[in-house]
C-alpha cells in the first residue's frame, strides 16, 4: 500500500485497547472511514522511553502481539513505523555483546567511543558548550566493560539510548538490514526519529551536519525507496530545516502549526496562520498534536517574540489543567522547548475552538496526522501525570475498549469523525490551495481539483465557520 492523503491516526500499541488486537478491534469497529493511515508508535521490545529505546527492531514487544497483528492492521491502512536512526537501547544485544567482548566485538564500530571521536579522547568546554544537548554536561554514558575497563560512549540522549556512529560501514549495515525488514513487513513509511542528531563532528552543534546529513538520509531513503516505501525524517527545530528537506524532495513534518493554530485561535488573528499557509512545504504531513510536547522552537520566527510568550502564556491562563510546572525539571521534562498538554485541553476544553482548529488542519496543505487523544478530544490526565511524574504523559491516556465506547458518543467526537471522513472523501484535497485574509479575523481557504470546489471561511474571533462545496452547478453547505 502507499501513502495515502487520507488522515493518519498516530498511537501506540496499548493507548487504545491494552495490544494490536484491541487496537484493530477498535479500527474495525469505528474508525474505518474516519482515518486511511497509521502510525503505531515504537512497538519493538524496548528499555526506556515508553519505546524509543529500542532493543531489537525485527521483534515486536510480546505483551503487544506480533508481526501477524502488525500486517493485518497494514494491509488495512497506509502503515508508518519507527526507525531510531540516532541510537539504540543500552540493553540491546549488539551493545551488551561490546560491553562484554570490547575490541573482539563485531559491533564496536556500531557506537560511538570518546576516544575515538574527539582529537585528545575528551571535549574541551568550550567544544562541550557548542553541542545542541539535552544535558547540562557533554552527552555519554560511562560503559563499564565485563574486564573492568571503563570507557565513555556518546550518549545524547536517556541513558538507555546509546548513540549511533552513522558513518561506520557496521552501522550501515545494520540500518540498512532493519530499515528493509520493516518494509518488508508492511511499513509504506519509515519515520527517522531524531534524525537532525545522526551526525556529529568535532567543534559543531552536532545537530544537522551538512553536507553529512544528506548522506545519512539519501541512504536511508534509498533502502526504503527500492520497495516501494518513504522515509520521514523526524526534527524540532527551526521551520527552515523542514523547508530544506522538503526542497529535496522527501516528507516532512508541519511542526510550526500546533503554536500558530494556538496563536490565532487564542488572539483571533489570522495573518501568521495566512502567512505560513501561503508558505510553508506542500508535501508535509500536519500535526496540532504528537506523543510529545507542544513544540515552540519550530514557530520562531513565524511569530514574535513577544506573540511566542503571548501564546504561551495564554496556554497557561486558559488551557485547562495546564501548569507551567508540568513541562519542567520536576515532571522529567527533557526539553525546555516544548509544552506538555492535550490540545483541547490547551484551548481550555473548548468544542467551539477544538473543531475549528481541526477544520483548519484539514483544509492546510499537507495530510493530517491526529494523536489518539486529539481523535477523541482528550483531556489532560492529571491522575497519570501525578503517578508518574513525567510531563508528557499528561497527554498519554490509557484508553479501554469501554471508556472508548463512550467517548465515541460525545459531540465533538463525532463532529470530529464527520471531519475526518468528509476529508478522506473528497478528491478536492488532492488538487491546489488557495489563502487569502479577508480581514483582521478571517480567513479563506480554497481547495480545487477536477471540477470539484470546497471552500472555507473561518472567523477566529467568533470561531464561526462555513464550508461550501461546490460541484459542476451545485453547491452545498457542510456542516460537522
Same mark, same amino acid.
Given at each position: 500500500?502507499?501513502?495515502?492523503?487520507?488522515?493518519?491516526?498516530?498511537?501506540?500499541?496499548?493507548?487504545?485497547?491494552?495490544?494490536?488486537?484491541?487496537?484493530?478491534?477498535?479500527?474495525?469497529?469505528?474508525?474505518?472511514?474516519?482515518?486511511? %493511515?497509521?502510525?503505531?508508535?515504537?512497538?519493538?521490545?524496548?528499555?526506556? =522511553?515508553?519505546?524509543? &529505546?529500542?532493543?531489537?527492531?525485527?521483534?515486536?514487544? *510480546?505483551?503487544?502481539?506480533?508481526?501477524?497483528?502488525?500486517?493485518?492492521?497494514?494491509?488495512?491502512?497506509?502503515?508508518?513505523?519507527?526507525?531510531?536512526?540516532?541510537?539504540?537501547?543500552?540493553?540491546?544485544? +549488539?551493545?551488551?555483546?561490546?560491553? #562484554?567482548?570490547?575490541?573482539?566485538?563485531?559491533?564496536?564500530?556500531?557506537?560511538?567511543?570518546?576516544?575515538?571521536?574527539?582529537?585528545?579522547?575528551?571535549?574541551?568546554?568550550?567544544?562541550?558548550?557548542?553541542?545542541?544537548?539535552?544535558?547540562?554536561?557533554?552527552?555519554?554514558?560511562? &560503559?563499564?566493560?565485563?574486564?573492568?575497563?571503563?570507557? /565513555?560512549?556518546?550518549? !545524547?540522549?536517556?541513558?538507555?539510548?546509546?548513540?549511533?556512529?552513522?558513518?561506520?560501514?557496521?552501522?550501515?549495515?545494520?540500518? /540498512?538490514?532493519?530499515?528493509?525488514?520493516?518494509?518488508?513487513? %508492511?511499513?509504506?513509511?519509515?519515520?527517522?526519529?531524531?534524525?537532525?542528531?545522526?551526525?556529529?563532528?568535532? =567543534?559543531?552543534?552536532?545537530?544537522?551536519?551538512?553536507?553529512?546529513?544528506? *548522506?545519512?538520509?539519501?541512504?536511508?531513503?534509498?533502502?526504503?525507496?527500492?520497495?516501494?516505501?518513504?522515509?520521514?525524517?523526524?526534527?524540532?527545530?527551526?521551520?527552515?530545516?523542514?523547508?530544506?528537506?522538503?526542497?529535496?524532495?522527501?516528507?516532512?513534518? =508541519?511542526? &510550526?502549526?500546533?503554536?500558530?493554530?494556538?496563536?490565532?485561535?487564542?488572539?483571533?488573528?489570522?495573518?501568521?496562520?495566512?502567512?505560513?499557509?501561503?508558505?510553508?512545504?506542500?508535501?508535509?504531513? !500536519?500535526?496540532?498534536?504528537?506523543?510529545?510536547?507542544?513544540?515552540?522552537?519550530?514557530?520562531?520566527?513565524?511569530?514574535? #517574540?513577544?506573540?511566542?510568550?503571548?501564546?504561551? +502564556?495564554?496556554?497557561?491562563?486558559?488551557? &485547562?489543567?495546564?501548569?507551567?510546572?508540568?513541562?519542567?525539571?520536576?515532571?522529567?521534562?527533557?526539553?525546555?522547548?516544548?509544552?506538555?498538554? !492535550?490540545?483541547?485541553?490547551?484551548?481550555?476544553?473548548?468544542?467551539?475552538?477544538?473543531?475549528?482548529?481541526?477544520?483548519?488542519?484539514?483544509?492546510?496543505? %499537507?495530510?493530517?496526522?491526529?494523536?489518539?487523544?486529539?481523535?477523541?478530544?482528550?483531556? @489532560?490526565?492529571? #491522575?497519570?501525570? #501525578?503517578?508518574?511524574?513525567?510531563?508528557?504523559?499528561?497527554?498519554?491516556?490509557?484508553?479501554?475498549? *469501554? +471508556?472508548?465506547?463512550?467517548?465515541?458518543?460525545?459531540?465533538?467526537?463525532?463532529?470530529?469523525? @464527520?471531519?475526518?471522513?468528509?476529508? @478522506?472523501?473528497?478528491?478536492?484535497?488532492?488538487?491546489?490551495? +488557495?489563502?487569502?485574509?479577508?480581514?483582521?479575523? !478571517?480567513?479563506?481557504?480554497?481547495?480545487?481539483?477536477?471540477?470539484?470546489?470546497?471552500?472555507?471561511? $473561518?472567523?477566529?474571533?467568533?470561531? $464561526?465557520?462555513?464550508?461550501?462545496?461546490?460541484?459542476?452547478?451545485?453547491? /452545498?453547505?457542510?456542516?460537522?
Amino acid at each position: 500500500m502507499t501513502v495515502k492523503n487520507k488522515i493518519m491516526l498516530i498511537t501506540y500499541a496499548d493507548s487504545l485497547g491494552e495490544n494490536l488486537k484491541e487496537l484493530k478491534i477498535v479500527l474495525d469497529r469505528y474508525l474505518q472511514d474516519v482515518v486511511g %493511515g497509521i502510525h503505531i508508535l515504537p512497538f519493538y521490545p524496548s528499555s526506556g =522511553d515508553r519505546g524509543f &529505546a529500542p532493543m531489537n527492531y525485527q521483534k515486536v514487544e *510480546e505483551r503487544f502481539g506480533t508481526w501477524k497483528d502488525i500486517q493485518a492492521i497494514s494491509k488495512e491502512y497506509y502503515f508508518m513505523t519507527d526507525f531510531m536512526i540516532n541510537h539504540l537501547s543500552q540493553q540491546s544485544e +549488539e551493545f551488551q555483546d561490546f560491553l #562484554e567482548k570490547k575490541e573482539d566485538s563485531k559491533w564496536k564500530d556500531l557506537f560511538i567511543r570518546y576516544k575515538n571521536f574527539w582529537p585528545d579522547g575528551e571535549p574541551t568546554q568550550e567544544q562541550i558548550d557548542l553541542i545542541y544537548k539535552r544535558k547540562p554536561r557533554a552527552p555519554f554514558y560511562l &560503559a563499564e566493560f565485563a574486564d573492568g575497563s571503563k570507557e /565513555k560512549i556518546w550518549c !545524547t540522549f536517556d541513558e538507555q539510548q546509546i548513540d549511533l556512529d552513522v558513518t561506520t560501514d557496521v552501522t550501515k549495515y545494520f540500518i /540498512k538490514e532493519n530499515l528493509s525488514f520493516l518494509v518488508d513487513q %508492511g511499513a509504506d513509511l519509515i519515520r527517522l526519529d531524531a534524525f537532525a542528531y545522526a551526525n556529529k563532528k568535532a =567543534d559543531t552543534n552536532c545537530f544537522f551536519i551538512e553536507p553529512d546529513i544528506w *548522506e545519512t538520509l539519501e541512504e536511508s531513503a534509498a533502502v526504503v525507496q527500492a520497495k516501494g516505501a518513504e522515509v520521514l525524517p523526524e526534527i524540532h527545530e527551526h521551520y527552515t530545516i523542514q523547508q530544506k528537506i522538503a526542497d529535496h524532495g522527501y516528507y516532512v513534518y =508541519d511542526f &510550526a502549526l500546533p503554536m500558530l493554530m494556538l496563536y490565532s485561535l487564542y488572539s483571533g488573528k489570522v495573518d501568521r496562520l495566512v502567512h505560513w499557509m501561503n508558505s510553508c512545504p506542500r508535501k508535509q504531513f !500536519t500535526t496540532l498534536d504528537t506523543h510529545d510536547g507542544i513544540g515552540v522552537v519550530d514557530v520562531k520566527d513565524l511569530l514574535a #517574540e513577544e506573540e511566542i510568550e503571548f501564546t504561551k +502564556e495564554k496556554l497557561y491562563a486558559q488551557g &485547562a489543567n495546564t501548569k507551567k510546572i508540568y513541562s519542567s525539571e520536576a515532571y522529567n521534562n527533557l526539553d525546555i522547548y516544548q509544552i506538555n498538554s !492535550t490540545y483541547y485541553s490547551a484551548l481550555g476544553d473548548d468544542d467551539e475552538s477544538y473543531l475549528l482548529s481541526r477544520i483548519l488542519q484539514c483544509f492546510a496543505p %499537507g495530510i493530517p496526522q491526529v494523536y489518539y487523544v486529539g481523535l477523541l478530544a482528550g483531556k @489532560n490526565d492529571i #491522575e497519570l501525570l #501525578e503517578q508518574t511524574k513525567e510531563g508528557r504523559n499528561i497527554n498519554r491516556h490509557y484508553y479501554d475498549l *469501554e +471508556e472508548i465506547e463512550k467517548e465515541i458518543e460525545r459531540p465533538i467526537v463525532q463532529k470530529l469523525f @464527520n471531519l475526518f471522513n468528509f476529508r @478522506n472523501q473528497q478528491q478536492a484535497f488532492d488538487g491546489t490551495i +488557495e489563502v487569502q485574509q479577508e480581514d483582521e479575523h !478571517t480567513l479563506r481557504i480554497l481547495r480545487s481539483n477536477v471540477g470539484e470546489e470546497i471552500s472555507l471561511t $473561518a472567523n477566529l474571533l467568533t470561531k $464561526a465557520y462555513h464550508v461550501v462545496v461546490s460541484k459542476e452547478d451545485t453547491k /452545498k453547505e457542510v456542516r460537522f
